[in-house]
């Protein structure tokens, strides 16, 4: 066994660095002991044990780090997808009411036609719509969407699918109307009358749509036919 002359650590006889200051080993010294050189340092760290990369404890945490992350985003996936369905037709889901009363295609068919109307470019629907004065003609929107609300109930209705389809149609309806005001304020048509008409049905528009998602049963539905007349907005013939 050898002294270190800087730091006095004892250390094997074939050791090329002292282990106590990480000093060179001088094996040309005096016999009876080495000197510990003074021209090369190495650092303590560089001394350690590396882990390798490629250790089963790396890998492992590799690879739990790895499928957490597939998770996430297949978690993320899998919401961005429902809510892409919820939007695009709420009724995907199936029917909130019994359905021998309000049968799952109806009430898909009826909320599928309501988020048209809510989703569709403005600008489309209202080319769709614009009579020989270049508004939006109401009649020509509640003749084209009442004969497709028809469709949806299908033949030999129940009543409530009935009174579901024509609760969906005052919905769309409401929300025509409210685009129509948005769009003719946005584009600062026909004066600023129709700011205060744009906020009104806007706040009409919302306020139905989810007392139709929300509705499950025949007391529900009335109650929009209710606020609709309330609100002078449209009645049932």
């Known amino acids: 066994m050898a002294t270190c002359s800087k730091c006095g650590k004892v250390f094997r006889d074939?050791?090329?660095?002292?282990?106590?200051?990480?000093?060179?080993?001088?094996?040309?010294?005096?016999?009876?002991?080495?000197?510990?050189?003074?021209?090369?340092?190495?650092?303590?760290?560089?001394?350690a044990p590396v882990e390798k990369f490629y250790s089963k404890k790396n890998l492992k945490r590799a690879?739990?780090?790895?499928?957490?992350?597939v998770g996430i985003v297949a978690m993320v996936v899998v919401?961005?997808?429902?809510?892409?369905?919820f939007?695009?037709?709420?009724?995907?889901?199936?029917?909130?009411?019994?359905?021998?009363?309000?049968?799952?295609?109806v009430y898909s068919a009826s909320?599928?036609?309501v988020a048209d109307v809510r989703n569709d470019n403005i600008k489309d629907l209202m080319a769709d719509l614009i009579n020989s004065e270049g508004k939006a003609d109401d009649y020509k929107f509640m003749a084209k969407y009442e004969q497709l609300f028809k469709e949806a109930r299908g033949e030999d209705p129940s009543e409530l699918e009935v009174?579901?389809?024509?609760?969906?149609?005052?919905?769309?309806?409401?929300?025509?109307?409210?685009?129509?005001?948005?769009?003719?304020r946005d584009n600062?048509?026909?004066?600023?009358?129709?700011?205060?008409?744009?906020?009104?049905?806007?706040?009409?528009?919302?306020?139905?749509?989810?007392?139709?998602?929300?509705?499950?049963?025949?007391?529900?539905?009335?109650?929009?036919?209710?606020?609709?007349?309330?609100n002078d907005i449209i009645y049932i013939k």
């Open 163 to 184: 009174m579901f389809t024509q609760c969906g149609f005052m919905v769309a309806y409401t929300e025509f109307c409210a685009r129509k005001f948005e769009y003719y």
């Open 188 to 230: 600062m048509l026909f004066g600023g009358t129709v700011a205060d008409d744009a906020d009104k049905f806007r706040v009409y528009a919302d306020r139905l749509y989810e007392m139709l998602l929300d509705a499950e049963s025949e007391t529900q539905l009335q109650a929009i036919i209710d606020y609709c007349a309330e």
């Open 111 to 113: 909320l599928a036609l």
């Open 63 to 69: 690879g739990i780090a790895a499928g957490s992350i």
């Open 14 to 47: 074939d050791a090329n660095f002292c282990t106590g200051c990480g000093v060179a080993v001088d094996k040309s010294a005096q016999s009876g002991g080495y000197e510990a050189s003074q021209s090369t340092t190495v650092p303590l760290i560089a001394l």
């Open 87 to 105: 939007r695009q037709n709420p009724g995907a889901m199936g029917s909130k009411f019994n359905e021998t009363d309000v049968s799952n295609d």
């Open 79 to 85: 919401v961005i997808t429902v809510i892409y369905i």
